[in-house]
């Protein structure tokens, strides 16, 4: 199977930067899994946030987040990462890693994705 485990969350005040990490294992992983970041508030559904595919050469961005956080991956390493700078109040969410094969027109769709991590709180203060 595939195992994802992401860190690096925390508290941060509005205008701060985090950065999060997700590391893959496990022998059915793939480095040509795309590999993408959602998000869940309490009482909302999960979000697309950000997605980079198998190569690192096509990034996909929510418009909410265009701007402010980076998606990034070293395959070296299996590990997929999010600079999220420039953090509001209303970026407060669990942050969870995802990866897959998924066409570029389906990969901000949280159905298309087999392989979760458990996810990690961000919150940011007002």
């Known amino acids: 199977q595939v195992q994802l485990v992401e860190s690096g969350g925390g508290l941060v005040q509005a205008g701060g930067s985090l950065r999060l990490s997700c590391v893959a294992s496990?022998?059915?992983?793939?480095?040509?899994?795309?590999m993408t970041w959602f998000r869940q508030a309490p009482g909302k559904e999960r979000e697309f946030v950000a997605a980079?595919?198998?190569?690192?050469?096509?990034?996909y961005y929510a418009d909410s987040v265009k701007g402010r956080f980076t998606i990034s991956r070293d395959n070296a390493k299996n590990t997929v990462y999010l600079q999220m700078n420039s953090l509001k109040p209303g970026d407060t969410a669990v942050y969870y890693c995802?990866?897959?094969?998924?066409?570029?027109?389906?990969?901000?769709?949280?159905?298309?994705?087999?392989?979760w991590g458990q996810g990690i709180q961000v919150t940011v203060s007002s």
């Open positions: 995802a990866a897959d094969r998924v066409v570029a027109g389906n990969i901000m769709s949280a159905h298309e994705y087999d392989y």
């Open positions: 496990g022998r059915a992983f793939s480095s040509r899994y795309t």
């Open positions: 980079v595919n198998w190569s690192g050469e096509s990034t």
